[in-house]
């Protein structure tokens, strides 16, 4: 059985931001995003950094983008990772 993932709202507001910077670059609109994964108000509050209830949000949208989680690791190891990739890639 997975282990139940249990995402903080300071770390999902940096997840947020992360499928944000994913989702224009791969030219996918915020709304081809969330279909079939919340609601329109969900969107909305996500593009003001308000973080959703629920965890699916987050993983459906890294599903979208091509991103599988990994759920042995901690969302925080995760966030780091992606920064640095995010940071590797500017420099």
Do not use: W
């Not at 947020?16 to 609601?39: A, H, P, W």
């Not at 329109?40 to 959703?52: E, G, L, S």
């Not at 992606?82 to 590797?88: S, V």
């Amino acid at each position: 059985m997975a282990e139940e993932i249990v995402i903080s709202n300071k770390n999902k507001i940096r997840v947020g931001r992360l499928i944000r910077i994913y989702q224009k670059e791969m030219g996918i609109t915020l709304f081809d995003l969330i279909e079939n994964v919340c609601s329109r108000q969900v969107a909305t509050n996500f593009n003001k950094d308000i973080p959703a209830k629920n965890d699916e949000f987050y993983l459906g949208a890294l599903a979208k983008l091509g991103f599988n989680y990994n759920y042995r690791h901690d969302m925080d190891d995760y966030i780091l990772n992606q920064c640095r990739l995010l940071r590797d890639a500017v420099e």
